[in-house]
């Protein structure tokens, strides 16, 4: 595998579920994030971590939980989503914070 | 905080005629400029980047980026545009103050008719 991997690439779940999305990259970068992706709007951010710490959380519900165990895996766990969570979740990877980044094929996310 | 701009949602060009995906920024110091394109049912990939020095910056697949000061944008060029170009490309910028933030645009979708 090369670039940065996301599994799975599709998903649906109810709003009581809880889920988790994975994010792999092989390419020895020390910075991972996640993007929502919503119809006509630009990329959110919403957690940015650098050498395996939490350095951004830009005001994400608590429904949403990210987890980097290494400098090569990021996950977000989700829990009681809403319809409106329904979205395509964009993991990313950079050498140092603040580079060009290195994007996933996404998930593409449908809370029903 | 730095923002970035797109004002044109759609573009559509002619297969062989140049391009030009339009880009404008805010930030309050010296700013990090990238463009990304994005293919259907893929993640952004990264085409080029302005950090410091040309004004011109060359990035892939024949794209090419003018930084302008004055007129704080960064439009995205390319000399004669092929279909497969058509995409959804989006600028960004970041503010060198703060490392992890980097704002996207709204994005701009890219049609090329043969």
């Known amino acids: 595998e090369t670039g940065v991997t996301q599994t799975p690439r599709h998903l649906v779940m109810g709003m009581t579920n809880k889920k988790s999305l994975k994010c792999e990259q092989h390419?020895?970068?020390?910075?991972m994030y996640w993007y929502k992706q919503s119809a006509k709007k630009p990329l959110e951010l919403m957690f940015v971590y650098s050498l395996e710490e939490r350095v951004e959380n830009n005001s994400v519900p608590s429904r949403f939980s990210p987890e980097c165990p290494n400098s090569s895996h990021l996950f977000l766990h989700l829990h009681t989503l809403q319809p409106e969570d329904s979205a395509l979740y964009l993991c990313?990877?950079?050498?140092?914070?603040?580079?060009?980044?290195?994007f996933g094929p996404g998930t593409r996310l449908t809370v029903t | 905080a730095q923002s970035v701009a797109q004002p044109e949602d759609q573009v559509n060009v002619a297969e062989g005629n140049p391009l030009t995906v339009k880009c404008t920024y805010s930030v309050s110091g010296n700013p990090y400029l990238f463009w990304y394109v994005q293919y259907p049912n893929r993640g952004l990939q990264f085409l080029l980047k302005?950090?410091?020095?040309?004004?011109l910056v060359k990035g892939s697949y024949g794209f090419e980026a003018e930084f302008n000061k004055s007129q704080t944008s960064f439009h995205l060029k390319k000399p004669s545009a092929l279909v497969s170009d058509s995409a959804l490309y989006f600028c960004?910028?970041?503010?060198?103050?703060?490392?992890?933030?980097?704002?996207f645009g709204a994005g701009t979708r890219l049609t090329v008719k043969p």
């Open positions: 302005y950090i410091t020095g040309d004004n």
């Open positions: 960004a910028v970041r503010d060198p103050s703060n490392n992890n933030d980097m704002r």
């Open positions: 990313a990877s950079s050498q140092g914070a603040g580079h060009e980044q290195y």
């Open positions: 390419l020895g970068h020390n910075a």
